[in-house]
T-cell receptor, first 117, second 109 residues
């Protein structure tokens, strides 16, 4: 089946630094990738949608200059949290859509837990 | 935006069937009903989806009412590993998934 790999699975960074999270589709080409954020005991919140080779579309209230998304190839999308602060600490999850039948939903990565200290 | 309503939590005895309800009274004709689950600190896992007919796979069954305003996910023989948050999502094919609050299912030994 379709597999989406996320790296790193967890990261601790100092306040003010930037962190990059990678999302890779291992056995299919992902024309579209989605990035979610999840705070403790809350549901997943869609942050942005990225299409290969074009700019990401951000959900209302998500700062595009803070959460930089790059989808440069059909198998890789990256999310960079710039100038991270403690309030950015969260669980970040990506999902990917292939070029085939969309009916069976999208595959999700295993998530990245970001802790900003 | 999420268009579904689910009970916040449910318990189920191990080995018994777990029936998780979902209300989606504003569903459109071209929207599918999807079910995902999320085990603690992992990414969501696809379970099943359907449009208007009942569906069954190796994991679960999905029962959709005739008016499509509600559905029930059935885990026929719940195990401890089924303890998770279950999300019911309505979506047009090809569009994004917006997650609601889900149901936290606890399977009790």
């Amino acid at each position: 089946g379709a597999v989406v790999s996320q790296h790193p699975s967890w990261v601790i960074c100092k306040s003010g630094t930037s962190v990059k999270i990678e999302c890779r589709s291992l056995d299919f080409q992902a024309t579209t990738m989605f990035w979610y954020r999840q705070f403790p005991k809350q549901s997943l919140m869609l942050m942005a949608t990225s299409n290969e080779g074009s700019k990401a579309t951000y959900e209302q209230g998500v700062e595009k200059d803070k959460f930089l998304i790059n989808h440069a190839s059909l198998t890789l999308s990256t999310l960079t949290v710039t100038s991270a602060h403690p309030e950015d600490s969260s669980f970040y999850i990506c999902s990917a859509r292939g070029t085939g039948d969309y009916g069976y939903g999208y595959t999700f990565g295993s998530g990245t837990r970001l802790t900003v200290v | 935006d999420a268009k579904t309503t689910q009970p916040p939590s449910m318990d189920c005895a191990e080995g018994r069937a777990a029936n998780l309800p979902c209300n989606h009274s504003t569903i459109s004709g071209n929207e599918y009903v999807y079910w995902y689950r999320q085990i603690h600190s992992q990414g969501p896992q696809y379970i099943i989806h359907g449009l208007k007919n009942n569906e069954t796979n190796e994991m679960a069954s999905l029962i959709i009412t005739e008016d499509r305003k509600s559905s029930t996910l059935i885990l026929p023989h719940a195990t401890l590993r089924d303890t998770a948050v279950y999300y019911c999502i309505v979506r047009v094919t090809g569009n994004q998934f917006y997650f609601g609050t889900g149901t936290s299912l606890t399977v009790i030994p």
